[in-house]
């Protein structure tokens, strides 16, 4: 920050400049943008324009026919898009939108306003493509597209989280993650991206995950969690790599098998495949099932998740469950039929346990652990022992993509409900389609941002707040692997003392093994609820 | 451009369309330029403008199934699917729309919540609902009761129409009855213009785009309202032109009244100006694809036109780069 | 009438000054949305600074309970810290109590000589000041600890990573609780 003056410092009554937002132009703030991609990120895949750059650079190393670019691309997509076209042209402005964005509630920068942000791309739309613009300008809404609106475009498209809470309250349904994600596509044809989405995108194209993490380092973790629940339940879990012929293909995101509280959601999935004896097996080629192809280019998604379907195809599988993730259950609920269908390779799912047809995925053969385990439950598959999670109050966090991509809101409740006796309701406004995002969606999850994540979340962290000190709650259950990494910082600077579990966690403590010892610890290792030491 | 600017602007462009037709009439003469031409020419721009847009719109492909979903889905049979907020069939995304188009259901949402507080803050959120509603609706039953002057002997709908709008039976001071719908949509408008004009949020993010059409419809309304409640304007005559003009017979009958031109020349602007402006919401709401699709791309592939094969990295190419590591890890592999 | 008196007599109207200074404090557009939605839950800024005033103001005339009124600045503060706010103006707002008291009450302090009261008060209200600055800092540092704990969970696990390329060591879990980057 540039040293103020005495004078300036007391001057504390400060407004910003009266100006419109055309004429303000975008100050690109440390702590609120992500680092740029590296250049060996977009070579990995072969995206255009792959250099070395900085954000904070005056110059971004852009082709010379940057701008050409730029709108040709926006042409074509106008052309593909019938929802991009109608967004560009039918905003009335109306405002509705306007105060539903957790970016703008926690931060306050207008231009957080979804009308506004997606008014950004809309003026340059005027610009070029309509009459009244082109012939108008400015009293038409219309500007054209400098460098500084192109930097203005991208600090403001990696400051949505795709969320879509705006266009549940949108008249005509304008969504405004739609309007991001071909922003995105955009400015990824110049090469603009952040290392937070490019790298992990490199990484699950080569290795099959986010992380990069190598077949025998998956083994090895895995291997580890085998001991963990060991040592915990007296039960050796068996599980199985790259197996052909097993009946189902589980694919989960990869966060799951590094971030310590995904972890212990996957060991929570081992106890229910074993103790059901589901035919299941894992895949190292397909180590993930987070996509973030899908916060790059929709082409850069279908690559990524066309592997799932290919490994499916190779290993011969009838069926395909996925674990707890967010955007990858928007991408397989409303993409990924669409992208590699028919699937007729795979058999309509039906659990072999309770016989239940799936058939609200009959067509693409994929299926939510949270549809399958409450089927268990509801069929009395499985034993619980809900007990066991009695030191946890807990209230559940719906994840934007599940409740507003997809519409699973009952399943994970059902879920909490026999599994737990203590399950309290944030205040409705917050939570099913009305859930406010972690702040931490679409890739933003990094940590140089965390200034933005902080106010992002602020909604969130309010609503679990006001659960916190009202019934005590102490524990944040949510089915989103984003979730679980951005939310525990979240919780440790709004809500200290609020724990972050995947729901699959609180079913593995729960779930009562054949044959298992009598359990002293949940699965972090801590102890039960009357086992403390004395 | 400032907020001011974008306002006066707006204000002084419909300020020169009522000066415009006034001179054009009292001084100049025009009267069936003013009368019959634009009408017609603004009549057809209206049609073929709204015509084309509606087929650029609906050339477009819909490479997705995007509906945003606002309840329970469809799942498992005993969990409780919300049919209407996350239709699974084509009937239900049918009932979503009528819900969406007829009763605006997604700006009621702004309303909707179930926690006690300051009464002010929800009806704050309601009256954008309300005046949106009232508004498009008083403009509908206005547009149809003056279908009485394009049909001769006037259907009884309409008549029925005009009974229910002034079913108050109130005078203004001897002047006919008082249609409701009048008030509603002067009043709407009213608010419409005045929370633009008065919200700082909404004063940012408000374009002359936004200021012309409220200030067009209002001026509308008050000429409309004046011919009908204070000016006596010469109906019998009115309704002969609007006869001649539906036959393809237009005549120009003396002693009409300067403000029915001017009325009818910002009615006419309106309409050459519908199709390209904000207004067309009006046809793009229909398409929305975040709305008007089922929510069922598991259970009925919806297919993209424009699908095409990507390059993706095999399971061949990804064995033969770290096949050691598989095998030293137990892991099975396709080449030995 | 003393002027603690007076202060608890013109409550609302200082609270209503202050908290309108203080909300002024943010972009126009933003100021408007903060002031107008009342559900705390749409609008957790807005509330939490409304509440936020009311109850250190409620502490300024009761006498202060540090560990209380810690509490109250906390909940401002910590939004503040996260927003697009220098340090001083983060909180500024403590002084701007000062400013609304003064102009509020100028005739009556003067009329009734209280100015050696106000004196008083105002000092309490640096105090204040100070303590809000610590809140500052202390906020502030958990946004680094939360970056730095995020790095270096992420580094670990890294490192980790590639030492197992080459010797398939066992794994140990992370401490229960701590945040490594996941995708």
Not at chain 1, 287 to 294: P, R
Not at chain 2, 60 to 67: D, E, G, K, L, S
Not at chain 2, 223 to 243: D, H, P, Q
Not at chain 3, 99 to 114: D, Q, T, Y
């Amino acid at each position: 920050m540039a040293v103020q003056k005495p004078e300036e410092l007391s001057k504390i009554d400060y407004k910003p400049p009266k100006t419109s937002w055309m004429d303000t132009p975008a100050e690109l703030r440390k702590d609120m943008f992500c680092w740029g991609n590296k250049e060996k990120s977009l070579k990995t895949v072969g995206f255009p324009n792959a250099r070395a750059w900085s954000v904070a650079d005056e110059d971004w190393k852009l082709p010379e026919n940057w701008k050409e670019i730029f709108l040709e691309g926006l042409k074509e997509r106008l052309s593909k898009y019938r929802s991009f076209q109608l967004f560009m042209d039918i905003c009335v402005r109306c405002g509705a939108c306007a105060d539903k964005c957790h970016f703008f509630i926690g931060g306050g920068d207008p231009k957080n306003m979804p009308v506004l942000r997606a008014e950004l791309l809309r003026s340059i739309y005027r610009n070029y493509f309509t009459t009244s613009g082109k012939m108008l300008g400015k009293v038409a809404g219309a500007r054209e597209l400098t460098y500084n609106v192109l930097k203005e475009l991208w600090y403001y498209a990696y400051q949505c989280t795709e969320c879509r809470r705006c266009s549940l309250f949108c008249p005509y349904g304008i969504d405004t993650a739609e309007v991001t994600i071909l922003v995105r596509e955009l400015l990824n044809l110049l090469g603009l991206n952040i290392e937070w989405i490019a790298g992990p995108v490199a990484n699950c194209w080569r290795t099959g995950n986010h992380m990069g993490l190598l077949p025998h380092t998956l083994r090895d973790t895995v291997d580890s969690f085998q001991a963990d629940l060991e040592t915990i339940t007296g039960v050796k879990v068996d599980y199985s790599f790259n197996r052909k012929g097993a009946e189902i293909l589980f694919v989960n995101p990869s966060g799951e098998f590094f971030d310590p509280v995904g972890n212990i959601t996957f060991m929570g999935y081992m106890l229910l495949f074993h103790e059901i004896g589901l035919d299941v097996t894992l895949s190292t080629y397909v180590s993930e099932g987070g996509n973030f192809g899908f916060f790059t280019s929709n082409e850069m998604a279908k690559r990524l998740h066309s592997k799932v379907y290919a490994e499916a195809k190779r290993l011969k599988v009838k069926w395909i469950i996925g674990g707890e993730c967010g955007h990858m259950w928007r991408v397989w609920h409303q993409y990924h039929n669409t992208w590699y269908g028919p699937v007729d390779f795979l058999k309509e799912p039906v659990s072999p346990i309770t016989g239940t047809k799936f058939e609200n995925a009959k067509s693409n053969k994929i299926v939510h652990i949270c549809e399958f385990t409450a089927d268990l439950i509801k069929h009395g598959k499985i034993k619980l022992d809900p007990s066991r999670n009695d030191n946890y109050k807990v209230t559940l966090h719906d994840s934007c993509n599940v409740s507003r991509g997809m519409g699973m809101l009952e399943e994970p409740r059902d879920i909490i409900k026999s599994v737990c006796n203590n399950f309290y309701e944030m205040p409705p406004n917050t939570i099913r389609e009305n859930t406010f995002c972690c702040g931490s969606g679409s890739g933003l999850n990094a940590s140089e941002n965390m200034e933005l994540r902080m106010r992002g979340g602020l909604p969130r962290a309010n609503a679990v707040n006001y659960v916190r000190d009202k019934f005590g709650v102490n524990t944040l259950a949510n089915i989103c692997q984003i979730d679980r990494a951005a939310l525990q910082a979240l919780m440790n600077y709004w809500a200290p003392d609020v724990v972050v579990r995947g729901v699959h966690e609180l079913v593995g403590n729960a779930l009562v093994l054949k044959g298992e010892k009598e359990r002293t610890t949940d699965l972090r290792g801590e102890p039960l609820p009357g086992k403390e030491a004395k | 451009m400032s907020f001011g600017l974008s306002l006066w602007l707006s204000f002084f462009a419909v300020a020169v369309l009522v000066l415009v037709a006034l001179f054009g009439v009292e001084a100049a003469h025009l009267n069936y330029l003013f009368g019959v031409i634009i009408p017609y020419a603004a009549f057809a721009i209206f049609i073929v403008g709204i015509i084309y847009r509606f087929l650029k719109w609906a050339a477009r492909p819909v490479p997705f199934r995007i509906p945003t979903t606002a309840g329970q889905g469809k799942s498992l049979p005993w969990i409780k699917q919300n049919k209407i907020d996350n239709p699974s069939t084509a009937l239900g995304a049918f009932v979503r729309m009528i819900f969406e188009v007829l009763l605006f259901r997604s700006l009621f949402r702004n309303t909707r919540t179930e926690l006690r507080g300051p009464i002010l803050s929800y009806a704050s959120a309601k009256w954008l609902w309300i005046a949106a509603l009232a508004f498009h609706y008083s403009f509908l039953i206005i547009l149809i009761r003056h279908l009485r002057l394009f049909i001769e002997p006037v259907p009884f709908l309409v008549k029925t129409v005009e009974k229910l709008d002034s079913f108050f039976q109130i005078h203004l001071l001897g002047a006919p009855l008082l249609y409701i719908t009048n008030v509603a949509l002067l009043a709407a408008v009213t608010y419409l213009l005045l929370r633009r004009v008065v919200i700082p949020t909404l004063r940012y993010i408000s374009l002359p785009a936004d200021y012309f059409p409220l200030f067009l419809i209002l001026s509308i309304g008050i000429t409309g309202a004046l011919m009908r409640y204070f000016y006596k304007v010469n109906v019998v005559g009115i309704k002969e032109l609007a006869m001649g003009l539906i036959n393809f017979s237009p005549k120009i009958p003396e002693g009409i009244g300067v403000l029915f031109y001017i009325h009818l020349f910002l009615v006419s602007t309106l309409f050459a100006y519908f199709p390209f402006s904000k207004l067309t919401h009006m046809v793009g709401v229909f398409l929305s694809p975040t709305r008007n699709l089922a929510n069922n791309n598991r259970a009925v592939r919806h297919v993209n036109p424009w699908n095409y094969p990507v390059k993706v990295h095999t399971y061949e190419e990804y064995e033969d780069e770290f096949r050691e590591f598989m095998k030293d890890a137990g892991i099975p592999v396709e080449k030995e | 009438m003393g002027l603690e008196n007076l202060l608890t007599h013109k409550r609302s109207t200082i609270l209503k000054k202050w908290s309108d200074v203080v909300i002024e404090t943010y972009p126009p557009e933003t100021a408007a949305f903060l002031k107008r939605q009342k559900d705390r839950f749409a609008n957790p800024v807005g509330s939490v600074v409304f509440q936020g005033l009311e109850d250190i103001f409620g502490e300024l005339l009761q006498g202060i309970d540090y560990e209380r009124v810690s509490a109250f600045l906390d909940n401002i503060i910590r939004i503040r810290a996260v927003q697009d706010f220098s340090p001083s103006h983060a909180i500024a707002f403590i002084f701007l109590l000062k400013k609304v008291i003064r102009e509020e009450l100028k005739k009556e302090i003067k009329e009734n000589g209280l100015s050696k009261e106000l004196l008083a008060l105002e000092s309490r209200i640096d105090e204040l000041a100070l303590l809000a600055f610590d809140i500052f800092m202390q906020c502030r540092e958990k946004i680094y600890e939360l970056k730095a704990m995020e790095l270096n969970n992420q580094t670990y696990s890294l490192l980790k990573k590639a030492k197992l390329i080459i010797d398939l060591e066992e794994q140990e879990s992370c401490p229960n609780g701590d945040n490594t980057k996941n995708l």
